[in-house]
């Protein structure tokens, strides 16, 4: 469940409550003052584990071992390289 804070309009707490999201936002500060209360807007706490979420998990530098700092392309990209570009009479126009 999301966690959600609030701020009291009378008394200027500011408090935390775990909310689903389908539950209405608060209205009232169930603290002591029972001044009305907004949603603050906050930083979301996002955690991304696995590989290639860290610096260290990149490659500096040079990225292929051709030399030139360009990774390496397979030997089948560079067969249908030709084969790409399209021909004259390929396009499907009708002569």
């Known amino acids: 469940m999301p966690l959600y804070e609030y701020k009291c ?24 003052c029972g001044g009305s209360v907004e949603r603050l807007l906050g930083v979301p706490a996002l955690q991304f584990k696995g590989t290639g979420w860290y610096v260290t998990d990149y490659a500096r530098g040079k990225t292929g071992g051709n030399g030139d700092g360009k990774p390496k392309s397979s030997a089948s990209e560079a067969s249908s390289g030709a084969a790409a570009k399209p021909e004259a009479g390929a396009s499907g126009e009708k002569k």
Do not use: N
């Open 9 to 32: 309009k009378r008394c200027g707490e500011i408090f935390e409550v775990m909310q689903k999201f389908s539950d209405a936002p608060l209205t009232l500060h169930d603290g002591s």
